[in-house]
Structure formats: C-alpha cells, structure tokens
C-alpha cells in the first residue's frame, strides 16, 4: 500500500475525542492527559509510515489506534519513576531506594493518609497536640529512651543536634571520626554549618580518653562519638567506648552525643554477620542523645530520628531550625508501625530488608532452584545455579560479604551486557542484574518470589 494512502488514514485528533470509548478514558483519566496521548499516538504512527521499508505495510485501524492509545495512556499515568526488580543482590541499594518498605507498614497507615488524622491534635483535651507524641510511647518501650524527635534524615539530626547543644561552643570529636558519608555529607563541614566549633582530638587512627579529657575548656558544650559506617579502620587502631566518654562527660557535666548511623535493632552475630551497634546497647550505656537514620538498617524511609534524655530533646524542640527540619506525617506514621514491629520481635518477618540480610544459605540456594526451574523451559537460554556474594549496601556493614546463590543466564541471542540492558530496558519493570564473568547474574537475595514469574514473561519475550 503507498504512503500517502497510509497517512489518509491516520486518525484526527477531533474525530478520535468522539469515539464513545474515548470519551471513557477522559472521563477516567483527564481530557489532558488523553489529550496529550491521541497525539504521541497518531504521531509515532506517522513515523512508522515514514520509516515504512518500501514492499511491507502496516494495518491502521480504529481498533489499534485505541490499543495504542490506553497503553500509551497507562504510560503516561506510571511514567518514568516506577517499580524496579532488584536482582543485584545489594539489600540497601541507594540507587534502588534503599530498603523495601513492609506491607504490614504500608497497609497499617493507609486510613490515617488518606483521612484526617490527629496528627497535631489532642483528642482527649480537644486542643492543639504535638506531632512528635504519637513516637514517644513505642520508642520508650522499644529503647528505653526518654525522648525523641525525629527530622528529615540523620543529616539534618546531627546538624539540628550540634545547632542546639553546641551553637558557637566546642564540640570535641576524634580526628577518625571525621568521615564522610555518600559523597556529599562531612561531619566537619556540618558541624560548621551548625555554627559549633569542631575541636578534634587524637589521631587518625588512635584516640585515647585522655585526649578528650585534656581538651575539655571553658568553650566545651558536647563530647560527640560518630560511628564509622561505611568504613573500618583495621589494624593499630583504638577509639574510645561509649561507656567511658559517657563518664567523662558525667564528671564534667558535659552532653554526649552518638551519630550511630544506621538505626539498628538486631543482634547479627546471631546471624553469622558482623556485630553492628544497636540504640538499645547505646542507651543503656547512658548517652545523652543517639540519632540515626531512618532508611539503612532500620529499614524504613527516609528520616533522622533522635533519641534521648528528655532535657536536650526538648532544647531542639524549641529551635527554630526544627520547622524547616520536620518530617511529614507518612514519615512519621511509617516509623510508628515500623518501631512496633521492632518492639514486637516480627522485624525478622515482617520487614523485608531485614528477612533478606539474615536469610541463609540453604533457604538461598532453595530460592535460587525455584527461579531457574522457572525458566527452564524458555528456548535459547543456558544457566547455572552458582555461589556468589551480595552486599548490604548504604553505607552499612562495609566489610560484610554475604554469602549467596546466583542464577547465572545466557542468551543465544545476545551478549551478556546487551542481555543486561535488554532486561533493564523492559518496559514494565526494569530488571536491575550485575554482569559476572561474561554472564548475567541474577541474586535471589534481593528477589521476591512473585517476581519470579515477572523475569519469566520478560526473558520468554526477548
Ligand atoms: C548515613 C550517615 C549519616 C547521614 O544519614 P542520612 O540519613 O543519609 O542523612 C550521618 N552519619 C552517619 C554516621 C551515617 O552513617
């Protein structure tokens, strides 16, 4: 068929607004975004015609401009911020948003989102309430803190912290805790930002209490301790416990302050992974004030939460800083239900970054068949089921390499980087794969067993 008979048959945009089918999809989506849509459509049809190879054709029909029309119109609706599959085997990948949020989580805060809430409001007294109460409850149960507050991310606490306790006073920290953290955040740089004066003591490597004792003036408001997160020194090294800055700082009447990082509540030796801090272990050691973040290891979203004695927490409440600080109530009604579940003892069940990090080899290599039973059947694909290694991922546990099972696949067809992209280039949900000695390799640690089926139809189409 020519050309020009092919772009006769294109549809106008008016006579498409007509057609009673389309009048549905305004009606459920918006005349705009229809709108917007009918003319994507009738243009990438115009392109094929252009593009047409001179012998073959293509069929142009109502019926198919109106297929075209609702996938295109769901695309716009998803857009280009969507769900991915992560078969990296990296738990808290960053790129990735970091933890997989818990369902239960989820469903538990739906009515109070997308309804009022009492969120500022105290029912009893039928006046003005604080937002921060609704977490005082649960945090003092589950840490044994006074207090909390929680603000943006742990960036925004440790600056919030040190513009409250230690405004145009000294702070004293060890020269091996001056880290920076993902590229972007230096605790000297906030500390300056905070308007407090960073006195560092010690050395890169060795840091003794008498380092923080003879630095102790006039001038010094806090005794900050930052854990080192997302790195280890190894070797000659020596940095001074909690438990003996918090006396120093119990002598001398002078605040102590742990950045800890992650927000972490498991006991992973447990686990056969590394020890790693807990809030409980830190309060009971006694520190004035903890902060931690709220999407690492806690495995929520993204927040700063800080825990305390009650004396300092109430001083930031009353910093004006706060206000351009506070969390929105899906922040604060996310980790209310989160910190249940810790208090409860179902974070191991319940919250799926943690299930995913403590999940063993066995129950991995099991995970691991399933997948490449699921594929088995599909023309021109060869694999092997192989140990590998993921990581935590987020700046935690660094030095930490878990143990895993990987489905290595190869295509007929393609190259592993090209496999790669093809599954990271799929429409629906993107699968996000690592390339390993010349294959794709797909980590069932991050994998949840209903995407099995997902990676299935994308691979059978390729
Ligand atoms: C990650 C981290 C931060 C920053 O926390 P965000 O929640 O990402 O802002 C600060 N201090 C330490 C020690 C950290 O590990």
Known sequence: MDKKKLFRMLPKVDEMLMLPKVESLIESNSRKMVLESIRLVIDQLRNEIIDLEEGSSIEISSDIVLERLETQINKNREGKFKRVINATGTVLHTNLGRAP???KVFDAIRDKVVRYSNLEYDIDKGSRGHRYDHLKEIVMKLTG?????????????????????????????SRGELVEIGGSFRIPEVMGMSNSILKEVGT???????????????????LMKVHTSNYRIVGFSESVALEDLVS??????????????????????????????TIIDSIKKGVDVLSFSGDKLLGGVQAGIIVGKK???????????????????????????LFKIYYYGEAEKEIPSI?????????????????????????????????????VGGGSLPMERLETYVVRIDHEKYSASKLEELLRKNNNVPIISRVKDNSVILDVRTLFDEEFEIIRNVVERL
């Open 101 to 103: 949020l818990s369902e």
């Open 145 to 173: 803190a006074e207090d909390v507050l929680v603000v943006n991310n742990n960036a925004s606490a440790v600056l919030l912290v040190l513009n409250t306790l230690a405004k145009e006073k000294e702070a004293v920290i």
């Open 204 to 222: 890169t490597n060795k840091t003794h209490l008498i380092d923080y004792e003879n630095a102790i003036g006039e001038e010094t408001a806090l």
């Open 248 to 277: 120093l700082g119990n002598k001398q009447d002078i605040a102590v302050y742990e950045d800890i990082g992650s927000g972490n509540f498991i006991d992973f030796p447990k686990y056969g992974i590394s020890e790693e801090p």
């Open 311 to 337: 004396k300092y927490i109430e001083k930031m409440k009353h910093n004006q800083l706060l206000r351009a600080l506070r969390p929105d109530k899906l922040t604060l009604s996310i980790l209310k239900e």
């Open 355 to 391: 299930a995913m990090m403590i999940e063993d080899k066995e129950s991995l290599k099991l995970k691991a068949e399933r997948l490449y039973d699921c594929l088995s059947d599909i023309d021109g694909l060869t694999m092997k089921i192989d140990g590998d290694y993921s990581e």
